[in-house]
């Protein structure tokens, strides 16, 4: 069976589209529908199955995508050790914030370093990011977490990443020199989407000291948290390499607050038998040594 039609299927089961697989790859969406049609003719078994609008494996396009990203990881690293090419796809998989506000300098770097190298990054929840680097699917993720995240994978802390308490120039507790939890009683907070692990370390807090959470506005996105923050919306808990700009340039500002719970660390997560390729080895090292 070609390979190319692995790596079709692949990227459809990454992207969950027939039409954005085809964007990702340069194909005609005709092609791609024929090329899974095969495939499927060739097993014997419907590949995806659709539900409304959502595209998903069944079950044994499930099974077969286990062996397909084993059979392109195979290929990847026989090309490299017998042409010595450091072409090919890294695939990483990380938090928005990390996306967003961290990797960018170190993937700059590493395409510089590696220019014929196809460099895939995927913002993912934690859960899910979890998943697919132990499935496979992933070369290489990056959370925030308490370390270790995950004992079945190989996690390697980089830093531990401050978490801070943001508010609005004028907002009264900025007018504080230390605040204790029970100064929450009374102000509204700007959240993330539920699932995200620092919301649940704050929430956590809250409710083991008695305070409870005014949730103003529950948003998925950093950037916009930051707006409404800005905006006399409420105060916020984030990343401080989310902020940091915005704090520097004295338009947010940072409350004197701090706990011993509340707590980062930014981790490589690497499945315990992944194949190293040379690019993937100079992209850990620039994080751990950067």
Sequence with gaps: MDLTYFRTFREVARRKSFTRAAE?????????????????????VPLFERYG??????????SLLKLVLQMLDLYDQSKEMITSEV????????????????????????????????????????????????????????????YPADTTLTCTKVREEPLVLVAPLEHPLTKRTQIQLSDFQQAEFIVTEEGCIYRGMFEKLLKDHAVPLQIGF?????????????????????????????????????????????????????HPKKWMSQPLQTFIQQLTQG
Excluded at 24 to 43: D, P
Excluded at 53 to 62: H, I
Excluded at 228 to 242: H, S, Y
Aim: charged share 20%.
């Design 24 to 44: 990702e790859l340069g194909y005609a969406q005709s092609s791609i529908t024929m090329q899974i049609q095969k495939l499927e003719r060739e097993y014997g």
């Design 53 to 62: 609008r959502q595209l998903r494996l069944t079950a044994p396009g499930e």
């Design 218 to 270: 529950e948003l998925g996105n950093l950037e916009t948290i930051k707006h409404c923050v800005m905006n006399g919306l409420g105060i916020a808990l984030l990343p401080q390499i989310a902020v940091q700009n915005e704090l520097e340039q004295g338009k947010l500002a940072h409350l004197p607050f701090s706990h011993s719970d509340l707590k980062l660390d930014l981790q490589l997560l690497l």
């Design 87 to 146: 072409s090919g796809t890294l695939t990483i998989g990380t938090i928005n914030s990390l996306a967003a506000y961290y990797l960018p300098p170190y993937l700059h770097v590493l395409k510089q370093q590696f220019p014929g190298l196809n460099i895939q990054l995927f913002p993912d929840s934690e859960t899910s990011l979890i998943t697919k680097v132990r499935d496979g699917d992933y070369d290489i993720g990056l959370i925030l977490d308490r």
